[in-house]
C-alpha cells in the first residue's frame, strides 16, 4: 500500500526555521509529483508547495510562502522535503505532504491521490 510519513513538525519562535520530511513508500517516487498543503486551526486546508517528478522538478509556491519557504525532492531516498525559514505565527498549522500519479502538480487538494497523517508547526510571536 502506498504510505506517506511526514515528519520535522515542533515548537519554533518567529523568524526560525524547520525542515520537514515525507518519506514515502508502495510508490514509484520518482513518477510522482509531490506536495505540501497545511490546515491551520479553524481553517480550511490550503496549498503550500509543489514539485513536479524528476523530469524537470520544477516548483510551485503559494503567493503567502514564497521567497520563505523550499520544496525539494530526493528521489534516491523517496523523500520530499519542506524547508521554511523566517516563519511567521500564522504559519501555525498542521502540514500535510501528498501524491498525485502525474509529472505536473496541481493546489488542489481533491486532484491528490494519497495523504500523510500530518506534522504539527507552531510558530510563537
Known amino acids: 500500500q502506498v504510505q506517506l510519513v511526514e515528519s520535522g513538525g515542533g515548537l519554533v519562535q518567529a523568524g526560525g526555521s524547520l525542515r520537514l520530511s515525507c518519506a514515502a513508500s508502495?510508490?514509484?517516487?520518482?513518477?510522482?509529483?509531490m506536495a505540501w498543503f497545511r490546515q491551520g486551526p479553524g481553517k480550511e486546508r490550503e496549498f503550500v508547495a509543489a514539485v513536479r517528478t524528476w523530469s524537470d522538478s520544477s516548483t510551485l509556491y503559494a503567493d503567502s510562502v514564497k521567497g520563505r519557504f523550499t520544496i525539494s525532492r530526493d528521489n534516491a531516498k523517496n523523500t520530499v522535503y519542506l524547508i521554511m525559514s523566517n516563519l511567521k505565527p500564522e504559519d501555525t498549522a498542521v502540514y500535510y505532504c501528498?501524491?498525485?500519479?502525474?509529472?505536473?502538480?496541481?493546489?488542489?487538494?481533491?486532484?491528490?491521490?494519497?495523504w500523510g497523517q500530518g506534522t504539527q508547526v507552531t510558530v510563537s510571536s
Open positions: 508502495g510508490l514509484i517516487f520518482s513518477r510522482c509529483a
Open positions: 501528498a501524491t498525485k500519479r502525474t509529472v505536473f502538480p496541481g493546489t488542489n487538494p481533491a486532484a491528490y491521490d494519497y
